[in-house]
């Protein structure tokens, strides 16, 4: 067994830039779902504390196409079985593993490491292993640093831990990965550790990664599942609904079986409703070869899910997107503490959490996997219970549940300095197995060891923004100081810690505060983001004072949220005459002319749609349709440039109905 630092080729592009405007929690903190599908029981919580939230982290929005050959740092552990590698600069994503028994990559090892707009903060890449914590989404880390480390048992032997302190739930969370001499599945020990007084929303899915190939069948410990309505892709805006099904019958795909991922002509998702009994907490994908990829994990993590893009024009496109063309077919299996992704739940107050997953793979006769879901289901489970079973899991979780207090041996690589500014908030809050050293205080937290030592905050320049932002209430009294004593940056941070914990109306307050001691073009966008949904004439006056601030041209952050407030309130007029008097950068940049489409769309701007519908986008955001369904409006200006006749609702009706798009524009999740 061996852990080592060691780099990695791989085509792609490493550009990866964060948005320095806070982007504030949902206020509908509970989304609003269609839950009369469901079962009684499973109503519980449904939707809870699901809203988005980004606070305190910023969303890593400017990333490029521009593929070229990337060395990035990997760390590779591998035993006489096994190699996996992990990716410490991008979420510690286990991004391989490799059977060396069986010659083959039991994950989706993706060919490119290619950003697209599908995580919480925006920057997403697919394949491999990721670790989802904290909130619905892909995770706050997933490409962002994580700390990674040597550690030993009390026998000398040595493990690698990930870990971080999670600053938007204030918790602390590790997973310890084990791949003892004679192991052929690599075990993953998680731990979570929340040290606050009260109890936080929660939220955990690991998201897996395996290859999508001819005839793959997924099968888990239970048939009872709750899926997704294929209505929920039908239409922008359209409320998600889940239903209570047992496959592989499922209402979603009449007259199919569902345990067949490419049997979906629309993006799909179903979770199999597991019991808490480590008998059923496993999940299996299995090839027509005979070769099966499968996790198994202690009950905690009881509920299991596919995922698949679907077969559909619009989902072959994503899985293209998202790697090289034909190189991208994927499905997830994943797992997760609640009935699905947009069930809640809460953390407890001084409370700890643990659990196990493992993962491997083997090689059947295919034959067992065949025929009926549930003698294949009983087939495959009893192969699987042949490598790992309950009594395993449970001895593998209370073993190495005893090493989780291990103390780092070699850190391995740095995460980022807000576990080190929370142990200076509270020495000796940092919990045992964790190590922050101060060394990995950088710019980004610097103005918080300002604030703890000096109990005050510096302005900065008129149009710099902060690095960070801090919502954690525990730093309240030190900041609300810090704003009532000095100018307007700290009145702004303080602002937006407010209003970020839903004391809209205090936050407003600060924002104006902070104008009253200098006019700085933050605090008018705060105030743009506070009214914008209630009045937003108001609110838009507030954004053209921030935009009129700028001296050559105004920061892109501002234009593209200014632009997307009016196309959301469909002044079209105005949003043309906008952009046209935009300078060339900005008129180029991406997310802008995304907002300015159905502009140019009511204004019959001809021209700038052609160009448009040539290129292909990068920022679109997953189930984001308005670009894909303003084509047939510009398909129908097309014929009536062409041929004269009228430009007409009949006309783009016609192209509607002939639905009839393009492969490089076609992001839908269904064919509707």
Known sequence: MSIRVSTMKIQGNTLLK??????????QQDKVLDGSGLLEAEKEKYGYQTGDRVLPYLVQDIYSREKKIEVIKT?????????????????????????????????????????????????????????????????????DHLYAAICKDPSGNEFLRCYEYERCKG??????????????????????????????????????????????????????????????????????????????DLGSLPGKDS???????????????????????????????????????????QYHKMFCWGVHPGGQHWKDFLSEPGKGDYIELQAGLAP?????????????????????????????????????????????????????IQRLLEKYRKNADCEIEELLHLGSGFGAIEEMRKPGATPKGFKFPFASIGEKETIWVELLQKHSIEDQKLCDFPLSYMVDTRYEQYLKDAAEQGGYTAKNL??????????????????????????????????????????VNRAILYMEKALSMFEEEPAREFVEEYTECLLENKMYDKLWQYYRELPGQLKS???????????????????????????????????????????????????????GVAYTEELIQKYVTRNQIPQNIDFRQSEI
């Open 18 to 27: 964060e948005n320095r405007l806070p982007r504030f929690r949902a206020k």
């Open 75 to 143: 760390i590779e552990f591998e035993n006489r079985h096994l190699k996996a590698i992990f990716l410490p600069e991008y979420g510690m994503r286990m991004f391989s593993l490799y059977s060396k028994d069986e010659g083959r990559e039991l994950l989706f090892r993706n060919s490119a490491l290619q950003f697209a707009n599908l995580a919480i903060r925006d920057a997403w890449f697919a394949g491999g292993i990721e670790w989802n914590i904290g909130q619905l989404g892909h995770t706050f880390t997933t490409c």
């Open 171 to 248: 918790v602390y969370w590790q997973v310890d990965f084990y791949l003892e001499d004679d192991a052929k599945q690599i075990a993953a020990y998680v731990r979570f550790i929340n040290p606050k007084s009260e109890d936080v929303p929660f939220y955990w899915w690991t998201n897996i990664a395996v290859p999508e190939e001819k005839n793959v069948r997924v099968f888990s410990g239970n048939k009872e599942v709750i899926y997704i309505n294929p209505s929920s892709n039908e239409a922008a805006g359209a409320i998600k609904g889940m239903s209570h099904g047992s496959m592989p």
């Open 259 to 301: 345990s067949y991922p490419q049997n979906f002509r629309f993006s799909s998702e179903y979770f199999f409703q597991n019991e808490a009994d480590p008998e059923q907490t496993w999940e299996a994908a299995v090839y027509d070869d005979g070769t099966v990829f499968f996790d198994y994990a202690s009950e905690r993590l």
């Open 340 to 392: 699905t992704q947009v069930h809640g739940l809460d953390f407890p107050a001084n409370t700890t959490w643990d659990f196990i997953q493992v993962f491997g793979g083997i090689t059947i006769d295919y034959k067992l996997a065949e025929g009926e879901w549930n003698q294949a289901q009983k087939n495959v489970e009893r192969q699987v219970k042949q490598q790992v079973n309950a009594e395993e």
């Open 494 to 535: 303080y602002g937006v810690m407010c209003f970020e914990d839903t004391r809209y109306e205090e936050g407003i307050k600060w924002f104006k505060k902070s104008i009253e001691a200098k006019e700085n073009p933050l605090a008018y966008r705060n105030l743009f983001y506070a009214y914008k949904d209630y009045d």
């Open 589 to 643: 940049n991406e997310r802008i002319i995304l907002n300015v489409i159905p502009a140019a769309v009511f204004v019959k701007e001809y021209d700038f749609l052609d160009e448009q519908y040539k290129k292909e986008f990068l920022r679109i955001r997953e189930g984001e349709r308005v670009f894909t369904e303003c084509y047939f409006a510009y398909q129908a200006l097309k014929e009536s440039r062409e041929t």
